[in-house]
């Protein structure tokens, strides 16, 4: 009686277990690189360099959409603005191909966590060069084809730097008709900077104020990383919310 007892205890214990949820969460669904896409765009992110944790990151990051968008070409001349962790930096390299080229440029305090990494991505990759510089005094490359500045806009007032004139920087370094691409994690709607420094968010409706102070027109703005069930309050590393905030997207482009 007592070992009966006993067994029927264990299989209730277990199937509360079961009911409360005790099952380990749903995996990201597997990303589908939509019919369509370049040549060019599929072969980036399809390289077989990238590991199995940026590829885990493709279902909410859409890499594909957002570089088809862009309208990346073999032989485009490519600045990227933050890319330490070279998420997209090794589909940009891929997709520009060896005729083009990809500027890496990260902020001093980078050096620690990523230097080491960037270099050896450079070793590895002859159409990419890094850069270590404040934003402030850096000097762009010339008549580039785009600008990429993905998630990290944001940061650019906390760390120092003068974004309008940043943007401008920014707008003198493209060709005519070349692009300037935005990426940012959506803070409530009127908060400009207020975020920025605590829970890494904008009031991307500034974003797109200062850009076009620049003297960018708008070619671009896609709900393709929208996510309505993110309350845009939380802190965009917590548990629950990294990798799926309601972001923006940004096309920005030097008028001819």
């Known amino acids: 009686m007592r070992a009966s007892l006993l067994v029927t205890s264990a299989l209730l214990l277990v199937a509360v277990a079961e009911g409360c949820g005790a099952q380990s969460p749903p995996a990201t669904p597997a990303y589908v690189i939509p019919a369509g896409t370049p040549a060019n765009v599929r072969r980036a992110v399809e390289a077989p360099e990238r590991t199995a944790e ?7 990051r859409k890499p594909a959409e957002i570089m088809t968008l862009s309208g990346i070409k073999e032989g485009d001349k ?11 930096t090794t589909m940009l390299s891929a997709a520009v191909g060896p005729s083009g080229h990809v500027d890496m440029f990260d902020l001093p305090y980078t050096e620690e966590r990523a230097g ?8 590895k990759h002859a159409n990419a060069t890094y850069h270590l510089d404040n934003y402030n005094d850096a000097k762009l490359p010339q008549n580039l084809d785009s600008v990429w500045m993905v998630l990290y806009y ?6 120092g730097i003068d974004t309008a004139a940043f943007d ?3 707008l003198a370094a493209l060709k005519p008709g070349g692009i300037f691409l935005v990426i940012d994690h959506k803070a409530e709607d009127g908060s400009g ?8 968010r904008m009031g991307v409706e500034t974003i797109k104020q200062e850009v076009l102070a620049a003297g960018f027109e708008l070619k671009e703005e896609s709900n393709l990383l929208a996510n309505p069930a993110d309350d845009r309050t939380k802190m965009v590393f917590a548990p629950g919310t990294r990798g799926t905030t309601d972001q923006a997207f940004f096309i920005f482009r030097k008028p001819n």
């Open 116 to 123: 080491a990494a960037s270099r050896a991505f450079v070793e």
């Open 154 to 159: 944001h940061d650019l007032k906390p760390a």
């Open 78 to 88: 490519i600045v990227e603005i933050a890319s330490f962790g070279q998420y997209f």
């Open 168 to 170: 401008r920087k920014i």
């Open 54 to 60: 940026q590829r885990a990151r493709d279902f909410n």
């Open 193 to 200: 900077w207020r975020d920025a420094g605590t829970i890494h």
